[in-house]
């Protein structure tokens, strides 16, 4: 008799036991959560669990620290929260918030670089958006080293080889896993115009392309530039590229060219210098790639602005001379 009760107790108990047990899983992992709108919760790398639960508990994301403390635990994942900017939904359950913290889901920030944009240009953009400090991606994608490493030929830096595309990183991302990125990126629009990343080519084809991407806008222009670059070339003349003008002066450009900066030493100024400069100068776009490697079949040997964002081309400089003398006339 007193075994009977005594099992009766026993499984009474177990059953209760059982019961809260499925309740705590079904509380944690099916209802809602506390919050009542979307948080975005910084969580700052060397945290530990215990203070990851109270700042979440802090934020309003969870109701008790101790229910992400205890299932962390118990799961044997409490050292493996990784750090980052996470976002909440309201009502997210805790079950999803552990889960987020343990895969490191972490919020992605959305970044656009334009064609024709340079390194520093890049820099200053993953520096506002938080997502790299400027001197440390400068740092590692202007190393001549570092560069000619990850490319298999000689290159001062990656300018021109980070394709300009829009990405999704994550704050405080490492400088090396943007380059990576971007750097893929090139490869894979290369790819679609049958360059493989062994062609020994691809330095002069990234130059020659963000030359055409910094003096035309117009798709139907850039392969008319393409020609007048090979022609020119061709003949050993220089380019005398504005652009190249522009990169040399860097910080010193203050939106004009003078006469004084046509004549300044540098390897970029084709004013100065033979032959292509010894890089790109910005980051090319698909198109321009294209018209480097398709430039059309013209005799042209000059171009300039017409005033209304298109260029007049000549194949002779008395041509040349009256473009530039009717563009004046049109600007008085």
């Keep these: 008799m007193n075994e009977t009760r005594g099992f009766n107790r026993f499984s009474k108990g ?7 047990l499925l309740a705590l899983c079904a509380w944690f992992y099916f209802l809602d959560g506390f919050s009542t709108e979307t948080k ?5 790398q060397g945290l530990g669990l215990s203070a990851i639960a109270e700042k979440l508990e802090g934020e309003g994301v969870i109701r008790k620290a101790e229910v992400l403390f205890l299932s962390a635990f118990l799961s044997g994942t409490h050292r493996k929260l990784k750090h980052g900017e996470y976002v909440f939904s309201a009502g997210e359950a805790p079950y999803t918030v552990h889960r987020k913290l343990r895969r490191g889901e972490v919020s992605l920030r959305k970044v656009t670089f334009p064609e024709g944009i ?5 820099a200053e953009i993953l520096d506002s958006s938080q997502i790299v400090p400027r001197e440390e991606f400068l740092a590692l994608a202007e190393n001549g080293e570092y560069s000619t490493k990850r490319l298999g030929v000689d290159v001062l830096s990656l300018e021109g080889f980070l394709f300009p595309d829009t990405y999704f990183f994550a704050r405080d991302c490492s400088a090396e896993k943007v380059i990576e990125a971007m750097l893929g990126r090139f490869w894979e629009a290369c790819a679609t115009l049958g360059i493989e990343r062994t062609e020994s080519r691809i330095k002069e084809i990234a130059t020659i392309a963000s030359l ?9 222009e850039r392969p008319l530039v393409s020609a007048v670059i090979r022609n020119r070339l061709r003949k050993g003349m220089k380019l005398e590229f504005d652009p190249t003008v522009i990169y040399a002066l860097g910080e010193k450009f203050d939106g004009n060219i003078r006469k004084k900066d046509l004549s300044s030493l540098s390897p970029y100024n084709t004013y100065v210098v033979s032959g292509l400069p010894p890089g790109p100068i910005a980051a090319p776009g698909l198109d321009s790639i294209r018209a480097a490697l398709e430039p059309a079949d013209v005799d042209y040997l000059y171009f300039v602005a017409n005033g209304g964002g298109r260029h007049f081309f000549s194949t002779n400089y008395g041509d040349h001379l009256n473009a530039v003398n009717r563009v004046l006339k049109k600007l008085k």
Excluded: C
Excluded at 14 to 20: N, Q, S, T
Excluded at 40 to 44: Q, Y
Excluded at 212 to 220: C, D, L, W
């Design 14 to 20: 177990l059953a209760i036991f059982v019961f809260v």
């Design 40 to 44: 975005i919760v910084d969580i700052p």
């Design 118 to 122: 340079t390194l520093v240009q890049m």
């Design 212 to 220: 055409i991407e910094k003096e035309t806008a117009f798709p139907r």
